[in-house]
């Protein structure tokens, strides 16, 4: 009970934090959308007949992709945002009080969640705006919600530990760099199939892949499948390891 | 035994980095409703001693009683009873200084109504009223400090530490602050466990002083008590004319001198030293513009006892 209270409570003083710094939510929102438009209109025409398809069809494939790239520059974010907080006396006060302990982080995690979500709304507009047309049904939008909601919630954790493994900064801000470069080495841009062997191999196997191709199939209204399960798995891995560690690293 | 309760004893308390030995056995017991002042030069252990006792580092020996509390075994219960301000100041930068206040409130589950009333009450009380919905990155250091004392006593802690509470504050501030600390023991009846390196500061405020040079306590007691540990204080003569404190400057033993201003300090080692040096400025016929006489203060009392235990 108590957690939750203060969970809220630390949720609550993150998003004063976003309302006083709106300039950063504009930065985490639209980069995305800007690569969005890059993606479409400069790259587009290519990569939609390499896909066997129109500049439209390409809109279509790289939504997703965006929307976990979204996630990913977030967690850039999230770890500074730690990293700070921890080096302020503030989180000492809070160490010496008698709450809920991990709710600084939960503060930190919900509070990613309520950018990212703002974030992705943010670019999936921007893809119906330039003629992007899901096939989903308001369940699959459901569905679609829920693996982000869960991938979010994974990769945060993760940076949230990310952004306590040092003392510094500067550093912080770069251990979440590799994050970025994982939608590229799977299926967020072009299919792996394209790719060269053990590329593809990466690709068709890492954790991006599965959340993006279960976004994919829903947006295009079919079933996600095995893609689906693979994206909770590995949501629930990464989520697991991250939240353990980052409770070991905050109270060490 | 004193008849006051003591309201934290700690024995034994041992803490070391890696091989580096920062606290190597300190026995200390504060009596409710007084100040304690932990005194030591930079690096002595007074900030480790702190985290130790407010649970937020952990000891590596020791017990520690904190308001009937054994701190290894109950540390959320400690932790309900203390305040901790420190040096690097614990307020939320991004947060106005009513936001911060009811951030507290909020996390000490004080409830809407009593939460603003406190908020309120702390806003007025710490002079913060005009600045409540600016935010913290704006204010100057005594509003920083003010609103993180304020912070600290929204949960009406019975034990507060001070670590280092004027560290980088302007004189004015520094008296503003005395004055609040004094108030929370005379008003709300808290006890206090002050660090500090102003021995000033301790001599102005503490009831017990404990003095802590390479993690151990080198001396105990109030403030008279240390300072007649030391013996002699020293004796301050100005000079009329830079003829007179030439002479004088180059017979006298003197700890320090100083020409721009003709004076000379020697050290007081009783009445002959005093008559001794009147007779011989009489002989010398050399005029004097001022004499004093200092008995030993803190300083030097600190100088004494840390200079003997780095030996």
Redesign the interface.
């Known amino acids: 009970m108590r957690a939750i209270t203060d969970s809220a409570t630390m949720l609550r003083r993150q998003i004063r934090h976003m309302w006083r710094y709106p300039t950063l939510i504009l930065t985490y929102a639209g980069v995305p959308v800007v690569l969005l438009l890059l993606f479409v209109y400069v790259l587009g025409g290519i990569m939609g007949a390499g896909i066997g398809g129109d500049r439209a069809a390409y809109a279509a494939y790289i939504t997703p992709g965006i929307m976990i790239m979204t996630i990913a520059s977030a967690a850039q974010g999230t770890a500074i945002s730690v990293a700070m907080d921890m080096t302020e006396g503030i989180v000492a006060r809070f160490k010496t009080m008698a709450i809920a302990r991990v709710s600084v982080l939960t503060g930190h995690v919900l509070g990613a969640l309520v950018q990212n979500f703002i974030a992705i709304t943010a670019v999936t507009l921007t893809a119906l705006l330039i003629g992007f047309r899901p096939a989903a049904s308001a369940l699959d939008w459901l569905g679609v919600i829920g693996v982000l909601a869960m991938f979010t919630f994974a990769i945060t954790w993760l940076s949230a530990a990310l952004g306590m493994v040092t003392k510094n900064v500067a550093t912080a801000s770069n251990l979440p760099m590799p994050l970025m470069l994982l939608p590229f080495l799977g299926s967020g841009v072009v299919p792996p199939e394209s790719m060269p062997g053990p590329l593809r191999w990466f690709a068709e196997h890492q954790p991006f892949t599965p959340v993006i191709e279960t976004l994919r199939a829903l947006l295009a209204g079919q079933p996600a499948g095995s893609s689906f399960a693979a994206a909770a798995l590995w949501s629930a891995a990464i989520a697991l390891g991250g939240y353990l560690w980052a409770r070991r690293l905050y109270n060490r | 035994m004193t008849a006051t309760r003591a309201f934290v004893s700690v024995t034994g308390l041992r803490k070391s980095y890696g091989a580096h030995r920062v606290l190597d056995g300190i026995d200390l017991t504060i009596p409710q409703g007084t100040v304690f002042s932990l005194l030591g030069p930079n690096g002595a252990g007074k900030t480790t001693t702190v985290q130790i006792l407010?649970?937020?580092t952990k000891a590596d020996a020791g017990e520690i009683w904190v308001a009937g509390h054994d701190l290894a075994k109950e540390p959320?219960?400690v932790?309900?009873t203390?305040?901790?301000t420190?040096q690097?100041?614990?307020?939320?930068?991004?947060?106005t200084g009513e936001?911060n206040l009811r951030?507290m409130a909020?996390?000490?589950?004080l409830g809407r109504a009593e939460g603003r009333r406190r908020v309120r009450e702390l806003l007025e009380r710490f002079d913060l009223t005009d600045a409540a919905r600016k935010?913290a990155v704006t204010y100057s250091g005594g509003m920083r400090r003010r609103l993180?004392l304020a912070?600290?006593l929204v949960?009406t802690p019975k034990l507060i530490f001070l670590d280092e509470p004027t560290t980088g504050l302007d004189p004015r501030s520094r008296r503003t602050m005395w004055q609040i600390v004094r108030d929370l023991v005379q008003q709300d009846g808290v006890t206090i466990f002050l660090t500090t390196q102003y021995l000033e500061e301790a001599d102005e405020l503490a009831d017990r002083i404990a003095l802590l040079s390479q993690g151990r306590l080198v001396a105990e007691g109030t403030p008279e008590k240390l300072k007649r540990m030391v013996p002699g204080g020293h004796i301050v003569v100005r000079f009329a004319d830079p003829d007179g404190y030439l002479r004088a400057a180059s017979h006298l033993r003197a700890t320090s001198r100083d020409e721009e201003s003709l004076t000379v300090q020697i050290p007081d080692t009783g009445v002959s030293t005093l008559r001794k040096l009147l007779e011989w400025l009489d002989a010398q016929a050399i005029d004097v513009a001022e004499l004093s006489v200092h008995t030993p203060d803190l300083d030097d009392v600190f100088l004494a006892l840390t200079e003997e235990s780095s030996r």
């Open positions: 407010s649970t937020l959320d219960k932790r309900a203390i305040g901790v420190g690097f100041s614990a307020v939320d930068s991004f947060l936001e951030l909020d996390l000490l589950h935010p993180d912070m600290t949960g």
